[in-house]
């Protein structure tokens, strides 16, 4: 079993800064790739960014130059940066992991999801 446990949204105001960590464990054998995802009220849930295991990074063109993704050194923690946030940045925050475990490949987890709110 896996559990992502995130961290670190809140009430921001906008132009501020924010962080965001999601720290995963359990039964992983090894990590594919890990990202962010944020889903606005009557809207569909979309990337904000991603970094694959090789390092590779994606952003969603509405945050790049504003976000950054990041890893920990233990590779099971993933990081977004939000500097100069908008007040469309608002939606509940997911994070997601692309993993294996030892009896599993491919597997999708997500966090509980974290409320962000920007104020103008």
């Known amino acids: 079993q896996v559990q992502l446990v995130e961290s670190g949204g809140g009430l921001v105001q906008a132009g501020g800064s924010l962080r965001l960590s999601c720290a995963a464990s359990g039964s992983i054998a090894s990590i594919n790739g890990m990202g962010w995802y944020r889903q606005a009220p009557g809207r569909q849930r979309e990337l904000v960014a991603y970094?694959?295991?090789?390092?590779?990074?994606q952003y969603a063109d509405s945050v790049k130059g504003r976000f950054t993704i990041s890893r920990g050194n233990d590779k099971k923690t993933v990081y977004l940066q939000m500097d100069s946030p908008k007040p469309e940045d608002t939606a509940v925050y997911y994070c997601?992991?692309?993993?294996?475990?030892?009896?599993?490949?491919?597997?999708?987890?997500w966090g509980q999801g974290t409320q962000v709110t920007v104020s103008s």
């Open positions: 970094i694959a295991s090789g390092g590779m990074i």
């Open positions: 997601n992991v692309y993993l294996n475990t030892r009896y599993s490949s491919g597997l999708n987890s």
